[in-house]
């Protein structure tokens, strides 16, 4: 019904800079909030920062002032641009969103919804 896919993601020396992007297909009526998040070899999936529909952000402490999300409600896209990127940020990183959509049989349906994930490696 509703896929999000990642883009973006690559090698990148310390210092450097990314953007990921998120792009979501299917019978979407809306998304609504959305957030990215980054699993590091071993560790647990963990918030990297997360936007609601009313436009308010949060952002991990370790990424404060170094990345920003965003969002293209018309083209159904979500951003994360990565800026100073450390060897620390280096992990799986998954978009995830609420997203409202269009039943088959009629009416919508809210449900969250995750990309296949894109590697982000920096080396130092």
């Known amino acids: 019904q509703v896929q999000l896919v990642e883009s973006g993601g690559g090698l990148v020396q310390a210092g450097g800079s990314l953007r990921l992007s998120c792009a979501a297909s299917g019978r979407i009526v809306s998304i609504n909030a959305m957030g990215w998040y980054s699993q590091a070899p071993g560790k647990q999936r963990e918030l990297v920062a997360a936007?609601?529909?009313?436009?308010?952000?949060t952002y991990a402490d370790s990424v404060k002032g170094r990345f920003t999300i965003s969002r293209d409600n018309a083209k159904n896209m979500m951003y994360l641009q990565m800026n100073n990127l450390k060897p620390e940020d280096t992990a799986v990183y998954y978009c995830?969103?609420?997203?409202?959509?269009?039943?088959?049989?009629?009416?919508?349906?809210?449900?969250?919804?995750w990309g296949q994930g894109t590697q982000v490696t920096v080396s130092s």
């Open positions: 995830n969103a609420r997203i409202t959509a269009r039943k088959l049989l009629g009416g919508t349906r809210d449900d969250d919804y």
């Open positions: 936007s609601t529909s009313g436009g308010t952000v």
